[in-house]
C-alpha cells in the first residue's frame, strides 16, 4: 500500500503510518490502518498538546488549528476528513499526478475554496500560501497530491523530534534508518503528550538536547546502526531537516532560519558503525563523555539550564566532516585546546598533559580509514615513524626535539628540528630516524615542497609518539615539556 519515494517529508510519513500500525515494512500497511491513523488524526490535533505542536510544521490556519472552526466543530470535522480520508479517492478526470508518489491526485478539494487536488502552505510544510503563483508550473499555484500523501504528510510531525521551536525530520537512503529514527520519534512524542495531559500541560516538552546531538544520539544507540561494519551497503547516508513552517521565523535569520539541512555521508556513519565494536567503545565513549557541555554549579542549584538543550561538541563536530578533518583531529584525538571558548566549552581545558591517556593511535587509524579515505601505505608510515622518534626521545632524553616537533608551526624550522635529531642519531652509532622515501610521503609533495596538510602529517606522527611515550613513562616523567602552545599557536590552529 505504502512504499519510500526518496522525498524526505513523505518518507518520514511513510514511516511514521507504518511505526503507528505496529508494521516494520510500508508494504504491509493496510487501508484499514490508514483509517486508524486517521482516526488519531481527527481525534487528537484539534488538542493540546498536539495542537500548538503541530502548527510548527503546518501553521496556525490549518484545519485542527483554525480559529474559525472554534464554534463550528462539524466544520473542522469535515475538512479533517477531507485530507486524512481521501487516500482511496483520485480524479479520474483530472491527469494530474501527486508529485509525491507520482500516482493520480485526490479528487477531494481540501476546503470549498479550493481545487481538488491541491495542497499549500497549511496542508504541506515548507511550501507557498494560496494564492501565491510564485515557484509553480505555469502560475498554477497549490501542490499535486494524492489523498495517500495528504495522511501521509500530516502524520510527518509525529515522526519528528522537537528541538529549539522546530521539527527534527532524519531521512537516509537506508529503511532501516527512516523506520529507527520514526519510530522512536513517534514513542517520544506519544509519551510526552501523555505526561503533558497528566500535568495540565497545553504544550509538547522539547528535546533535552540539541537537534545535531540528538540526531547523533539515537544513531548511535540505533539498531539499524549493528551489523557488518565492513559491508558498504551497511553504511546509509544521513540527511536531517531541522524546520519549521511557521509565518513568524524570518528566511533571512541566519541564527535560525526556517530550515537548515545536517548531512552525515556514508564515510561518517561508516566510522560511526566501527566505534561501537569492543575494540574502540570504550575509548570514544571517553571521548564522547568529556565532549558534552559544561554545566556550572550556579546553573545546577538554580535550575537555570533545565530547559535548555544540551550540546555534545564532538557530535555536532561531525557535521563539519570531512573537509574539516584536521582540526577534529587536533581538536579530539590530540587534545589540542579551543583557547577563546566559553566557559561552559569542555573544549576550553582540553590537555595533552592531563589528558595523554586519551591519545589512541587506533581511534587515528581508525578515523583515516573510514573518513579520510588515506591509504593503508601511507598510514603505516606515520606509525611506524611515531614509533621510532618515541623510541629516540625516551631513549635520548631529547626533550628539545620533542618540544620543537610538538610546537613549531614554521615548516623550514620543523624540518630542520627533524634533520638534527636524524644526524644526532646516526652520529650515536644507530640507523637513520627517518629515510627520504619515508620523508616525502609523510610531509612532502616533491623535493623541498611541503604538502598543504603538512601540520596535519605532524599531528599525526606526534599522536603515535605520545600514546607509546605516554605507555613507556616518560611522558608522565617529562610533563613540563608538554607546555600548552603560546596563544598566537593556538590562533594559528584555530583558525585552519
Not at 378 to 402: M, W
Request: charged residues 25%; hydrophobic residues 35%.
Amino acid at each position: 500500500m505504502l512504499s519510500f519515494t526518496g522525498h524526505p517529508i513523505y518518507d518520514v510519513g511513510v514511516a511514521t503510518v507504518t511505526a503507528f500500525c505496529k508494521k516494520n515494512d510500508p508494504s504491509e500497511v493496510t487501508e484499514e490502518d490508514l483509517s486508524l491513523v486517521a482516526d488519531f488524526i481527527e481525534t487528537q490535533y484539534p488538542q493540546e498538546p498536539f495542537k500548538s505542536y503541530l502548527t510548527v510544521a503546518f501553521t496556525s490556519n490549518a484545519w485542527f488549528a483554525q480559529p474559525s472552526f472554534r464554534n463550528a466543530p462539524e466544520k473542522r470535522q469535515e475538512y479533517a476528513r477531507r485530507i486524512t480520508r481521501s487516500f482511496s479517492e483520485s480524479s479520474e478526470e483530472s491527469d494530474e499526478m501527486c508529485v509525491f508518489t507520482g500516482e493520480p491526485i485526490t479528487s477531494v478539494a481540501f476546503s470549498d475554496k479550493l481545487p481538488s487536488g491541491r495542497g499549500f502552505r497549511q496542508h504541506i510544510p515548507l511550501v507557498s500560501g494560496e494564492g501565491i503563483i510564485n515557484f509553480f508550473p505555469e502560475g498554477n499555484p497549490g501542490m499535486p497530491v494524492s489523498g495517500k500523501a495528504a495522511l501521509c504528510i500530516h502524520a510527518f510531525p509525529l515522526g519528528c523530534g522537537k528541538c529549539g521551536g522546530k521539527l527534527l525530520a532524519v531521512h537516509s537512503d537506508s529503511p532501516d534508518i527512516i523506520m529507527e529514527f520514526a519510530r522512536t520519534f513517534l514513542e517520544q512524542n506519544l509519551r510526552a503528550a501523555d505526561l503533558a495531559r497528566a500535568a495540565g500541560s497545553s504544550k509538547l516538552p522539547e528535546a533535552n538536547m540539541s537537534a545535531k546531538t540528538l540526531l547523533i544520539d539515537i544513531l548511535l544507540k540505533s539498531e539499524a546502526m549493528k551489523g557488518d561494519v565492513g559491508s558498504e551497503e551497511m553504511n546509509p547516508t544521513i540527511t536531517a531537516y531541522h524546520l519549521s513552517n511557521a509565518g513568524q521565523m524570518d528566511p533571512l535569520d541566519r541564527r535560525n532560519p526556517p530550515l537548515e539541512i545536517y548531512h552525515l555521508p556514508l564515510e561518517i556513519s561508516s566510522f560511526l558503525r566501527a566505534v561501537s565494536r569492543p575494540r574502540y567503545n570504550a575509548m570514544f565513549s571517553e571521548l564522547v563523555r568529556r565532549a558534552w557541555q559544561i554545566e556550572s554549579k550556579d546553573d545546577e542549584k538554580s535550575g537555570a539550564r533545565k530547559d535548555r538543550p544540551k550540546r555534545n561538541y564532538l557530535y555536532e563536530d561531525l557535521f563539519t566532516l570531512p573537509g574539516n578533518a584536521p582540526q577534529f583531529i587536533r581538536r579530539y584525538f590530540l587534545r589540542i585546546p579551543v583557547r577563546r571558548a566559553p566557559d561552559d566549552d569542555p573544549r576550553k581545558y582540553y590537555s595533552i598533559d592531563s589528558e595523554a591517556n586519551l591519545v589512541s593511535w587506533d581511534l587515528v587509524n581508525l578515523f583515516l580509514e573510514k573518513v579520510m579515505l588515506v591509504d593503508k601505505e601511507r598510514i603505516e608510515e606515520i606509525r611506524k615513524l611515531g614509533d621510532s622518534l618515541a623510541e629516540y626521545v625516551a631513549r635520548e632524553n631529547d626533550r628539545r626535539f620533542f618540544t620543537a616537533f610538538y610546537s613549531e608551526m614554521r615548516y623550514g624550522n620543523f624540518r630542520n628540528a627533524l634533520i638534527k635529531a636524524n644526524l644526532r642519531h646516526v652520529r650515536n652509532g644507530n640507523p637513520p630516524l627517518i629515510t627520504l622515501d619515508p620523508y616525502i610521503t609523510i610531509f612532502e609533495e616533491g623535493y623541498d615542497i611541503p604538502q598543504a596538510d603538512w601540520r596535519l602529517s605532524r599531528d599525526l606522527v606526534l599522536i603515535r609518539m605520545v600514546e607509546q611515550l605516554y605507555k613507556n613513562g616518560w611522558l608522565g616523567a617529562n610533563k613540563d615539556v608538554i607546555a600548552e602552545p603560546e596563544e598566537e599557536i593556538a590562533e594559528i590552529i584555530e583558525e585552519e
